[in-house]
């Protein structure tokens, strides 16, 4: 049998029902009125117009029924561009698939309740085994996607990704996966003492530990910031910065975009990990209102700067 587990103390047990309420309350205010003002701030912006060949293009793939067929011409994400970026655009694609297959597994996990009969080793495989596809495709599955059709206008053209036949170093795949693996090793080994001192945060599963913090969480992070950067944060920046005109009104939208997916992005995950059994803090409010803003702060480096990270990485390929 496994080493016996402290008894949980979140604060959903401690908090009394009657103030459940005010936190949700209020959590529904903040978010409400910062998704207001950026609501606000995209209604003042003025169109990026694009060039006249590009017009030409538009209008030809409309005429031939290939002008509004994804799910992203309504969606306020945007992907690199096939011919500009390949390097960028395939590593998103495979992060993108990836995202539905660890989301999938963990959902069931949760769902099903079989972390209950988890060990130490059992946490540290499935959260090894769900970070591993992601650290090893650099070097095991370069090309990210395989290669794939896009139409320019009226051109048909093979999109195949560069970092098939870099050097391993030079991958863009490569340094994105040391971005994100460095940033999660970092939030895991000093900030999460944040949690523990002023939250009283603590992880009360069996687990093999570095500086107190359970090295299956610094697996999990992995693919949770993968998910994170280049899902969803990349694709609703990349929207903004291309979809507007340059000016003043597009930099405040920018900045509040990044400040709003750092707090949302923070408060989700504080949400939903606060169903973990085996994870518990001691004042639901400060952890919701105040941890979130907190843990936010570091995504507010870290989502501007992923996002601008080895941009030129394709100039030059034709």
């Not at 529904?28 to 590009?54: C, D, M, N, W, Y």
């Not at 001192?197 to 913090?213: C, G, Q």
């Not at 920018?254 to 990990?273: K, Q």
Request: with cysteine; aromatic share 18%.
């Amino acid at each position: 049998p496994g080493p016996s587990r402290p008894t949980m103390t979140n604060a959903m047990s401690e908090t009394p029902h009657s103030s459940a309420l005010p936190i949700e309350a209020s959590m529904s205010a903040i978010l409400a009125t910062a998704f207001a003002i950026l609501v606000g701030l995209h209604s003042i912006q003025e169109s990026r117009r694009p060039s006249p060949q590009k017009s030409i293009n538009n209008k030809k793939q409309q005429q031939r029924g290939r002008g509004s067929s994804s799910w992203l011409d309504i969606a306020p994400l945007q992907l690199p561009d096939p011919h500009a970026e390949p390097s960028k655009y395939c590593y998103e694609i495979f992060c993108w698939r990836y995202t539905v297959v660890w989301i999938g597994i963990f959902g069931y996990i949760v769902v099903s309740g079989c972390y209950e009969r988890f060990t130490a080793w059992s946490y540290l495989g499935v959260c090894g085994g769900l970070a591993l596809p992601l650290l090893l495709q650099p070097l095991l599955y370069p090309r990210a996607c395989s290669p794939s059709l896009s139409v320019d206008g009226m051109r048909s053209i093979i999109v195949v990704n560069p970092d098939a036949t870099r050097p391993f170093r030079e991958r863009y795949s490569t340094k994105a996966v040391l971005y994100l693996a460095t940033y999660s090793f970092i939030g895991n080994y000093w900030y999460t003492h944040y949690f523990y001192s002023v939250l009283k945060a603590r992880y009360t599963m069996p687990a093999h530990r570095l500086n107190d913090i359970p090295v299956a969480m610094f697996l999990a992070t992995h693919f949770y910031f993968t998910t994170y950067h280049v899902c969803v944060s990349n694709g609703i920046l990349r929207y903004v910065d291309r979809s507007y005109a340059c000016g003043w009104r597009k930099r405040i939208l920018f900045w509040f975009t990044v400040l709003f997916l750092s707090y949302f992005t923070a408060f989700m995950e504080t949400l939903t990990i606060s169903s973990f059994p085996y994870y518990s803090f001691e004042d639901r409010t400060v952890a919701y209102v105040w941890g979130s803003a907190f843990y936010g702060i570091y995504f507010i480096v870290s989502f501007p700067g992923f996002y601008h990270f080895d941009s030129h990485v394709d100039e030059g390929i034709s």
